[in-house]
């Protein structure tokens, strides 16, 4: 994929795979080009050439609301809530698109993986804390029934106790099947929980292995990990 | 003490249009961030467009809807021809497309109806009903019920829909609402329907009171605009406020100092809003926390 704003390339020819049920984590410096690659492949940011396939199908010539439809799920860099919207609305409008039964059991669940959020149901997420906000990010994400969720620094300004939380969260989700291709600054802790891990740079992919693999390789370690 | 009251009714009644020229304001405001000066328009339309219809023997009840979707028609024409190219452009920019849309639907409607001065029939007759001493037309009264039924009517739909919802979203982040699988620019289009259509059941509902020809919507469009202003831009409540406010400062600047300065009083909001209460009445709510 290449893609650019205005005349600034952003990325470079860079090609990725995230093998069905696994976690991606994707890390660079600030710049490298994250959080453009997710927006190219949700469908927010322009592209120039370049394929996005979802098992198979090509999908890069859909409005960003037809991948959403198809599974793939973003959950934006800085949360992105609604300010003036509850949280309750936040959820029901993360199931826009569909028109199943089982909204009311995923609002159930979500709220099962963040109480913090049923106690809060009715606020609105502009008075939320920044924790709450990310939480919410991710649950109004998970509405959507992502097959491939698409984390932008989840993890970005929180305290501790709440980063290891959403890490938690991160596994969970694996463990009911989604996929997640991962974004973080924290690269020691996405690269653990990772299966498969790429190091991006100045919009080029120029590492690429199992999670690991990435954690304990001296290159990537003097580079991008501050080791 | 009748005085003041007849001055309240027939303000009341003007300011009610005002306020639902103000609703179409912020209905696409809110959606899109655009001040749609277009919005007069509307109103211009839904008035001319039941005469002409009415003009061909078709019942008026027919006639008023047939409107009411013609101005829905030209709101979704003006977002998809003259808004969505332009894109990202600047709120300047935007708000000059919006003034040269509205000169080019007036020039076109003078063509197609004409440049005389038009009647619509009261609703329900011209007997004045007396009220302590004052008077009021029975079309008062349709106004005033027409626009609280539609200001209940968009607070539900906004409150209570889903679609609704999804316009909150749109205007309160639109990348996030686009991520939600919200199909924004859908949404955006709606809003300029929506707006087209309340301007419209505006002007059917005071053309048999006020008369209306092509060019009715200009000055509609600046006092709805400085009705919302008064209201705070964005605000719903606001702008009914806000055009029942304005409206009662015309009827009562008309009745007890001199009808000269009637359309000058909307100027005056204009300035002093801009000038002491940039936010409007109810202010900016600052729920958000960044
Ligand atoms: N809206 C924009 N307009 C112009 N250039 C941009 C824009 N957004 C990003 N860029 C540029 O594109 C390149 C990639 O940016 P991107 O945001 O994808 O990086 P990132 O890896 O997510 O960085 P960070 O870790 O800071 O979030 C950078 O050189 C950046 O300056
Ligand atoms: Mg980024």
Redesign the interface.
Known sequence: MTSAYGRILALRGVSLHVPRGEIVALVGANGAGKTTLLRVI?G?QPFLAGHIRLAGEPIERL???RR??KGI????EGR??????SIE?HL???A??RRDAGIAGDMARVYALFPRLRERRGA?A???SGGEQQML?IG??LM?RPKLLLLDEPSMGLAPVLVDEIFDVILRLKTAGITVLLVEQNAVAALAIADRGYVIETGRIVHVGAGRALLEDPAVQASYLGL | MAEFLQFCFSGLTVGSVYALVALGFTVIYNASNVVNFAQGEFVMLGGMVTVALLAASVPLPVAGVAAVFVAALVGLALHRLAIEPARGSSPVELIIITIGASIFIRGVAQVVFDKQFHKLPAFSGDAPIHMLGATILPQSLWVLGGAGAIVIGLHLFSEHTLVGKAAAATAANRLAARLAGIDTTAIVSLSFALAGAVGAVAGILITPITLTSYNAGTLLALKGFAAGMLGGMGKPLGAVLGGLLLGLAEAFGAGYVSSAYKDGIAFIVILVVLLSLPQGLLGKHSAERV
């Open positions: 949700s927010v409005a960003a609301h959403v439809a799920v973003h959950v934006p992105q809530v609604f300010g003036p919207l609305d029901r409008l993360g826009y698109l609105a502009g008075t939320l990010a109004r994400a959507g």
